[in-house]
């Protein structure tokens, strides 16, 4: 029974605290972590507020997402913020890397031994039932990371969980359903095609032709018709590319205060990491690459060379020296 249709749900879960969970508050969690995306916020969203007032068809998941655009774009981390929101954390979900299944004798994984061949009769699947069925107070959720790397035999059975939100497994015997999970594909078609196009005076009007284009030629329409809404994330620019650098300096901050680390990084420290990191084709990947070698390991060294052991309190200070970066610590 889907926990959306649950009239005891709200009752339950989330009695003096409703505000929480409104659409408006979601997608504002939502944009504070996925920066720069704010049309697929909006259409993740959506998707959410119609399943929660019961507008879905029940016999269907919840809601076919497919999320298309560059990698290191957000949106993986996309779907991880909703199991934050929906279930009890951000690796709370079932995902699935399609990659895993590029080959025919792969398929098994997906659904199952069939019958007369070793674990069909265990049932055996690539999904966690209870993270994919959920139960009445708390929804599923599923990824399917790269959709598009995966063999056709796969699609195909995946075609049948996108229309009825069962899958049967090959035993014959046992049965997965999705009907009470957001089902989210991933993929990168089109992508390199706007690489290659970016900056002509006329792509900004026609990117949306071009991810179709690269859906339609990848994809049969029976594929496609079952996708509720393909959500298309834009490659990222400067301004988000600062934005996320402070929001990834934080998590730092935070893992640091757990050893007894007091981290203080200058404005100007983290614009350098931001122009350094920024790569319109990697995204936010680059800079977290950049921010481990630029940032962390220098703060590491410090640490270690004022406090080889123990996790006495410490004061760490960075700042720009010509083009690097200079921690100073400090007990305290």
């Known amino acids: 029974m ?7 749900h709200d009752q339950n879960r989330l009695a003096g605290n409703r505000d929480d969970t409104a659409p408006r508050a979601v997608a504002a969690r939502l944009r504070g972590r996925v920066l720069g995306q704010d049309d697929a916020v909006d259409a993740v969203v959506r998707a959410i507020a119609l399943a929660r007032a019961g507008a879905h068809d029940p016999g269907r998941p919840l809601a076919n997402l497919l999320l298309v655009g560059p990698t290191g774009v957000g949106k993986t981390e996309l779907v991880r913020r909703v199991a934050a929101e929906l279930r009890s954390g951000p690796d709370d979900l079932c995902r699935v890397d399609m990659s895993a299944l590029a080959q025919e004798h792969y398929a098994a994984s997906f ?3 069939p019958p007369g ?6 049932g055996f699947s690539v999904f966690d039932r209870s993270t994919v069925e959920g139960d009445p107070y708390t929804p599923g959720v599923v990824l399917f990371d790269e959709v598009e790397k995966a063999h056709p035999t796969v699609l195909r059975a995946l075609l049948h969980v996108l229309d009825t939100g069962v899958l049967r497994l090959a035993n014959g015997q046992q049965t997965i359903s999705f009907r009470n999970s957001f089902v989210f594909l991933t993929s990168n078609l089109g992508s390199a095609e706007l690489a290659r196009r970016a900056g002509r005076w006329w792509w900004p009007t026609r990117r949306r032709d071009v991810v179709s284009r690269a859906l339609t030629a990848f994809f049969d329409p029976e594929f496609l018709n079952r996708i509720d809404e393909v959500v298309e994330f834009r490659a990222l620019g400067p301004e988000v590319a600062l934005d996320i650098t402070l929001l990834e300096v934080e998590a730092v901050r935070r893992r640091l205060r757990g050893r007894g680390v007091r981290l203080e990084v200058e404005d100007e420290a983290v614009r350098l990491i931001a122009r350094r990191g920024f790569d319109p084709v990697y995204g936010a990947r680059a800079l977290r690459r950049c921010l481990r070698v630029e940032l962390i390991a220098v703060v590491a060294e410090e640490v270690l060379r004022v406090r080889p052991e123990g996790t006495d309190a410490l004061r760490v200070h960075v700042r720009v020296a010509g083009d690097a970066l200079l921690a100073h610590a400090e007990p305290g």
């Open 117 to 122: 061949y070793a674990g069909s009769k265990e």
């Open 111 to 113: 659904s199952g031994a």
């Open 2 to 8: 889907p926990y959306l249709t649950d009239r005891f």
